[in-house]
């Protein structure tokens, strides 16, 4: 019997962050499924598919190959795209690519796959609504829109990528309003999943609160 912890919340909550370092504490395989829908603009990028080539899509998604290893490296078609997702195309294509229907239900089988077995914990934005409905614990974290800019641009003054505060504000607010108002499997809190708000909160303190919500729920089972 394999141990699921959803993490699902906006872009800049710290997801990222703080799933790495829960798994890396607790002993779960770490999965970021945002890599699997970036892997799937990558390739379209690659064989310079638009969004509304459905059939290209399908062809494109017949053959796709996503792996993710247990040390966080992911490979699509058997070459190391780790670092290539997170460029700037893959960024500002991604999101749109996560909208196609058929997209998400062939991603859906790929993060199921990649869990199976495994003790995991998985971040996404639909995680504990629809690819593991029945996850051992689920968690939902956020932060004001402010906030989340504000960390994300600090991450690309870090990386030397120059953005305005300002740019980085609207780009969440838009990405907030793409993600949660999509048609299939929007960004939202399950019923059963916990609210964290970290908008006051250090990462160790995140860190310590969802590891204490984990073990509570291991011994209540
Ligand atoms: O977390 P991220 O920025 O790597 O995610 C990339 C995109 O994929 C993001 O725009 C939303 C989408 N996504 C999704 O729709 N469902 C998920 N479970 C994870 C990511």
New binding site residues.
């Given amino acids: 019997m394999s141990f699921v912890v959803a993490i ?1 919340g906006p ?1 800049g909550s710290g ?2 962050t703080i799933t790495k370092l829960v798994g890396e504490k607790l002993g779960l395989m770490n999965i ?7 892997c799937v603009a990558l390739n379209m990028l690659q064989e310079n598919i638009k969004l509304e080539e459905e059939a290209k899509i399908n062809e494109m998604l017949d053959k796709i190959n996503i792996e993710m290893k247990e040390n966080g490296k992911i490979f699509l078609n058997g070459n190391d795209v780790t670092q290539r997702i997170r460029e700037n195309d893959v ?1 500002n294509f ?2 749109q ?2 909208t196609i229907k058929i997209v ?1 239900s062939k991603l859906l089988n790929v ?1 199921r796959n990649i869990a199976k077995g495994k003790n995991v914990i998985m ?5 504990g609504t629809s ?1 593991f409905p029945n996850a051992n614990v689920k968690i939902f974290l956020d932060a004001s829109a402010e906030e989340r800019a504000k960390r994300r641009q600090k991450q690309n003054e870090e990386k030397g990528i120059k953005t305005s505060y300002e740019e980085v504000l609207e780009n969440i607010i838009d ?1 907030d309003k ?2 949660s108002t ?1 048609e299939i ?1 929007p ?1 939202k809190q399950a019923k059963d999943a916990i609210y964290v708000d970290t908008t006051n909160m250090t990462i160790e303190e995140v860190v310590e609160k969802i590891i204490q919500i984990i073990e509570n729920k291991k011994e209540c089972d």
Avoid: M, P
């Fill in positions: 699902d872009a997801k990222g970021d499924s945002g890599a699997t829908f970036r960024n991604v999101s690519v996560s998400r993060q971040e996404g934005r639909d995680i690819v990405r793409r993600d999509r499997s960004l």
